[in-house]
């Protein structure tokens, strides 16, 4: 591959930049079908310093790969960034495919900075955090793939701390310090994350996965395109909110329903007369882009970029306007509570990552009972609230009753006998959980109605 | 036979034809392919119990987890991919799972392709002109 650039100076505000054009040819493609292309994108003279390779052939692979992504995207520059959050944790098997040694440095300048050549990388550009594993190293026999997968996380894990990456392994990074300010260009992968990033905080992501958050978390960069910038960011679809909104539950339905209907809209979700809690926003945004592809949304009065209903879509008019009542709300949660039994197997809880309220919530519950023997109940939380439960007592009680605390891993991940009937808290878990385990049989409840069904092995949640 | 031709940008250059496989929702890439066969196992998809190899998706924009362009990257990889996308509203998703595994694609069409286009239908796709030419399945 040849790269050519085009260098034109020119001042703006008393900053230099550089215009660049760069034109590649690719000469070939997987089918064989010949191809050109051309990037053309305004570029700082930090950026065309990186494509040069004077600051070391990991920044200028990667800058060349945000080229491509950037283009695609119709940006015409990029966004300094100094907040990423990615998950690397690669599968056993292909970790061996590409790199029989198991040498991350080798793994990575193949699989993501596209580069035959062994790439060391001694320092990130940006503040970079871990997103969940997937893996709990201590319960290797719960979860896909056993030591086998565990050994590969924890290969991922110790590069990742070797190249300057906090490794909170937590799908809610938020929780865990790594907050952005309103405003902030922001580089995250994990869905839940994203839609709370945006929409809570008023930070600015694009729904990154983990090769272009990468490659941002070395150059410090991100193509400014999509919900970077402010005239994406209005809402273009109201969704008014005919019912209490009184539990988590709630919320997690309301924000599947809107993922089902909202399509390419941005949701308004109004008349909402409760104040949520960290919970409920999180299953709300957890929610929607799981069903659909909410990746930004606001609610008047409570999140950030809507003081009003005005400021939410910018004054935006003939807005068409969906309603979610009782009768949304029971069909939404009749797609999760198919099971023709009452019988439940398992309880997986924590998706996204539980809060330490969660966490105390279920201790509180099942403290001094004992999990049904025929049940197994897992809970999924991030490495920072396992430790803080540790010593407030939470994980010896959960422990005692016969629950798993999972640190770092997911309950798409563990390894469930598809035949068995599984209850959750979670939409998003009960989205994704018969997708990646086969598993068919489903209860969606409170967490309560969770942890009855975990003591008794029973469902006896209410119908909706 | 009856030909459209649809104009719009490049998300990712290259041309590339097959038979379209369209759906008017959004797509998601987590949990709904058998990455080594190129079915589509999701309960309640669309295009459920099909194949996307060699096939041009033709979709509203993609949805679900953020993992999705890996899972376009892994079709790629397995040889189980489709050949080319044409997507109503392209999104980070779409526009990094198609530089992923390099297959052309073209968003921001004069027409919503899939309101143009029907399954079965086939499709050329120029991805360095934006350009999808349309031979609509005689029925």
């Known amino acids: 591959m040849s790269i050519r650039y085009k260098i034109v100076w020119f001042t703006i505000a008393n900053a230099r930049l550089f215009y660049l054009k760069a034109r590649r040819a690719h000469t070939s493609q997987p089918a064989g079908a010949g191809v050109s292309c051309a990037v053309s994108m305004k570029l700082t003279v930090d950026e065309v310093d990186m494509l040069r390779g004077k600051q070391g052939k990991a920044k200028q692979k990667a800058m060349e790969f945000l080229l491509r992504y950037g283009e695609a995207l119709g940006a015409e520059q990029f966004a300094d960034t100094n907040n990423v959050t990615l998950c690397i944790c690669p599968e056993m098997e292909s970790l061996r495919r590409?790199?029989?040694?198991?040498?991350?440095?080798?793994?990575?300048?193949?699989?993501?900075?596209?580069?035959?050549?062994?790439?060391?990388?001694?320092?990130?550009?940006?503040?970079?955090?871990?997103?969940?594993?997937?893996?709990?190293?201590?319960?290797?026999?719960?979860?896909?793939?056993?030591?086998?997968?565990?050994?590969?996380?924890?290969?991922?894990?110790?590069?990742?701390?070797?190249?300057?990456?906090?490794?909170?392994?937590?799908?809610?990074?938020?929780?865990?310090?790594?907050?952005?300010?309103?405003?902030?260009?922001?580089?995250?992968?994990?869905?839940?994350?994203?839609?709370?990033?945006?929409?809570?905080?008023?930070?600015?992501?694009?729904?990154?996965?983990?090769?272009?958050?990468?490659?941002?978390?070395?150059t410090g960069k991100t193509p400014l395109a999509g919900l970077h910038l402010d005239e994406n960011r209005k809402g273009t679809i109201i969704v008014q909110v005919d019912i209490e909104m009184d539990d988590v539950l709630n919320w997690g339905l309301l924000g599947y329903y809107a993922g089902l209907q909202a399509g390419l809209e941005i949701p308004v979700y109004t008349n909402i007369k409760n104040i949520p809690d960290l919970f409920m926003l999180m299953s709300l945004g957890a929610a929607g882009m799981s069903s659909g592809t909410i990746a930004l949304f606001h609610i008047p009065g409570i999140t950030?970029?809507?003081?009003?209903?005005?400021?939410?879509?910018?004054?935006?008019?003939?807005?068409?306007?969906?309603?979610?009542?009782?009768?949304?709300?029971?069909?939404?949660?009749?797609?999760?509570?198919?099971?023709?039994?009452?019988?439940?197997?398992?309880?997986?809880?924590?998706?996204?990552?539980?809060?330490?309220?969660?966490?105390?919530?279920?201790?509180?519950?099942?403290?001094?009972?004992?999990?049904?023997?025929?049940?197994?109940?897992?809970?999924?939380?991030?490495?920072?609230?396992?430790?803080?439960?540790?010593?407030?007592?939470?994980s010896g009680i959960i422990k005692n009753a016969g629950g798993v605390l999972l640190e770092d891993s997911c309950g798409t991940h563990l390894d469930i006998d598809p035949s068995k009937s599984t209850a959750s808290d979670s939409a998003k878990m009960l989205h994704y959980l018969p997708r990646m385990t086969g598993v068919h049989d489903t209860f969606l409840g409170t967490l309560k109605e969770c942890v009855t069904a975990a003591i008794m092995g029973k469902w006896t949640g209410r119908a909706l | 036979m009856k030909k459209i031709v649809l104009k719009g940008r490049k998300v990712f250059g290259g041309t590339a034809e097959g038979y379209a496989l369209v759906t008017k929702d959004a797509l998601g890439g987590m949990g709904v392919f058998d990455v080594s066969t190129g079915m589509v196992t999701e309960s309640g998809n669309d295009w459920e119990g099909k194949v996307v190899t060699g096939k041009v998706l033709v979709y509203k924009t993609g949805k679900g987890s953020s993992s999705w362009a890996g899972w376009y990257k892994a079709l790629s990889s397995m040889g189980t991919g489709p050949v080319a996308h044409v997507i109503t509203k392209n999104n980070s998703q779409t526009a990094l799972g198609v530089v992923l595994s390099r297959v052309p694609a073209v968003t921001e069409l004069d027409q919503d392709p899939t309101e143009v286009i029907s399954t079965g239908d086939w499709i050329k796709v120029d991805g360095d002109n934006g350009i999808v030419e349309v031979t609509k399945n005689q029925p």
């Open chain 1, 98 to 218: 590409i790199t029989p040694a198991l040498d991350m440095d080798e793994y990575i300048s193949k699989d993501s900075l596209f580069s035959d050549e062994t790439l060391v990388i001694d320092k990130l550009k940006a503040f970079t955090t871990s997103n969940a594993t997937y893996r709990d190293y201590a319960y290797p026999e719960l979860q896909k793939g056993g030591k086998d997968a565990c050994d590969a996380a924890y290969i991922g894990e110790k590069y990742c701390q070797r190249i300057g990456i906090v490794t909170l392994n937590s799908c809610v990074p938020y929780q865990c310090g790594n907050i952005p300010t309103k405003g902030e260009h922001c580089a995250w992968t994990e869905s839940s994350a994203i839609a709370y990033c945006n929409s809570i905080i008023g930070a600015k992501t694009n729904i990154e996965g983990s090769h272009s958050a990468f490659a941002s978390a070395i």
């Open chain 1, 304 to 394: 950030p970029e809507a003081a009003t209903l005005d400021m939410a879509t910018g004054n935006g008019k003939n807005i068409s306007v969906i309603s979610y009542g009782r009768e949304e709300r029971k069909k939404t949660h009749e797609i999760f509570n198919r099971s023709a039994k009452d019988d439940v197997d398992v309880v997986v809880l924590g998706c996204p990552h539980y809060s330490l309220e969660r966490i105390a919530a279920v201790a509180g519950l099942l403290e001094g009972k004992k999990v049904h023997e025929s049940v197994e109940l897992y809970i999924t939380v991030g490495r920072m609230q396992k430790a803080i439960a540790d010593r407030a007592g939470y």
